[in-house]
């Protein structure tokens, strides 16, 4: 199955109760906190609060959508959970084995089991490797005890499942578009078969003509393959066409979380909803959300977060209690629907 984006399959949004298998991912009150440095005239160090409380979980042959805001944390949560950046603290469990307290030879094993696709593909492909080094190097790594020929063969076998001819083993990343070198990145994260890739923005920094190929290429690979995908994007018609479930965050918190198609038809949180209002290309959703919502100035800075709801500042709906208490995510109006936000609002459809 394939779609071009802004279409949305009928067959993706299973509510979570539904689900009788434990998750393949499990986050829990993950943060990460950077280092800001002193500030003139400060005495103390802040703290740069990347990722400030997450959870969430991710099912077999699922994808979850982190969509946010540039600098909301989506990029970091990826990072943390390939642990190329460590924890502040928090807990994670792949297949229930501790990400976090995962030593060198658990981490390797980890690291094939769940792989990284990257946004920049021409900054993640070593230049000076031709592509069939690139593609023969994890299973050099994972796989030592197969011959170099067996590697070949799954190489060859990989490119031509994301479409690229045989041809380009032994060229060099830099002789390729924008296209193809992702195309490249996909390959080299699914030779050897993971169990979940996080998708880091993997759209991006391509063109708008060869994004929709790219995930239809996405898709179909996740079916034929079982995999299960983290997208994380800005941009709501790539979550909306590929996407089962949403998460929104923003300023290092998630606010919302539901099924794809119950989060574009009915936003419940005023940031979900300026979100969507500002996407043209998004349809649903269009009977609840009649205008174009505006928010006034830019979002807070990590190293000062408000009190109460982080969102307060920027929100028409803010009072007094929400300066006071901080809400909390959890099921408000719909089952499996979660929202962080005093006052959701409900469509009177």
Not at 5 to 15: A, F, I, K, T
């Amino acid at each position: 199955m394939s779609w071009t984006l802004g279409e949305m399959s009928d067959e993706r949004d299973l509510p979570v109760s539904q689900r009788e298998h434990e998750p393949l991912l499990r986050v829990e009150n993950l943060k990460k906190y950077f280092n800001a440095g002193k500030g003139s005239g400060s005495r103390q160090a802040s703290e740069i609060r990347a990722v400030d409380d997450v959870s969430f979980e991710v099912y077999e042959g699922e994808t979850l959508g982190l969509v946010g805001e540039t600098g909301c944390g989506k990029s970091t949560v990826a990072h943390t959970l390939t642990r190329l950046e460590e924890p502040t603290s928090g807990q994670a469990f792949f297949e229930q084995q501790d990400i976090f307290r995962a030593g060198v030879g658990e981490l390797r094993n980890l690291r094939r089991r769940l792989q990284i696709v990257f946004q920049d593909p021409r900054g993640s492909l070593n230049p000076r490797m031709t592509i069939e080094d690139v593609l023969m190097e994890p299973l050099v790594i994972h796989e030592p005890e197969i011959s170099r020929a067996q590697r070949h063969l799954q190489v060859v076998e990989m490119l031509e499942r994301v479409g690229l001819p045989r041809s380009a083993l032994h060229r060099y990343s830099h002789e390729f578009s924008g296209g193809q070198r992702q195309r490249i990145g996909i390959a080299r994260a699914l030779i050897l078969k993971p169990k979940m890739v996080i998708l880091d923005e993997p759209l991006s920094a391509l063109d708008v003509s060869v994004q929709a190929q790219i995930a239809n290429l996405l898709t179909s690979l996740r079916e034929e393959m079982g995999v299960s995908y983290i997208l994380i994007s800005h941009d709501l018609a790539v979550i909306r066409s590929m996407a089962d479930r949403v998460a929104v965050m923003y300023l290092g918190r998630i606010v919302e979380s539901s099924a794809s198609r119950q989060l574009y038809e009915k936003p419940l949180h005023p940031y979900s909803q300026a979100l969507l209002s500002a996407a043209p290309e998004i349809e649903a959703g269009r009977e609840f959300l009649d205008r174009r919502i505006r928010l006034p100035g830019d979002p807070p800075s990590p190293t000062d977060v408000p009190k109460g709801c982080r969102f307060r500042t920027r929100c028409w709906l803010a009072t007094t209690r929400c300066s006071e208490e901080e809400p909390r995510l959890f099921s408000r109006v719909y089952a499996n629907h979660d929202v962080a936000c005093h006052f959701p609002s409900v469509s009177e459809s």
